[in-house]
């Protein structure tokens, strides 16, 4: 499941959940809106249980757009004990899967 995610509750989040993947996206991007699906069905996938799905319209959160040092849309983070991990301008779902085996070695 992806949870929608905003500056007021993204640190909150991060602190309570080990391994978490955020996607940064913006309501005018078409690349954003052609990898959700993608990333719904990872979140979906019970071999991923053990992380956290989020997402943060990077226009609208600021806060949270600079932890994950977001230079461009569609953004993928991985944040590992609430620390950033790796964060890549990227709408491919192979970069998604390696990112999410990254979380867990």
Request: aromatic share 10%; charged share 30%.
């Amino acid at each position: 499941m992806v949870q929608l995610s905003t500056d007021a509750d993204f640190e909150s989040l991060l602190k309570d959940h080990d391994k978490v993947i955020v996607k940064y996206f913006a309501d005018w991007c078409g690349s954003c809106k052609l990898f959700a699906p993608k990333y719904k069905r990872h979140s979906n996938d019970e071999a991923n249980g053990d992380v956290l799905f989020l997402e943060v319209n990077a226009e609208e959160n600021e806060k949270a757009r600079k932890m994950g040092g977001v230079d461009n849309l569609p953004y993928l983070a991985s944040f590992k004990n609430g620390a950033l991990l790796e964060g890549t301008a990227t709408s491919k779902e192979e970069y998604l899967q390696k990112m999410i085996n990254d979380l867990r070695s």
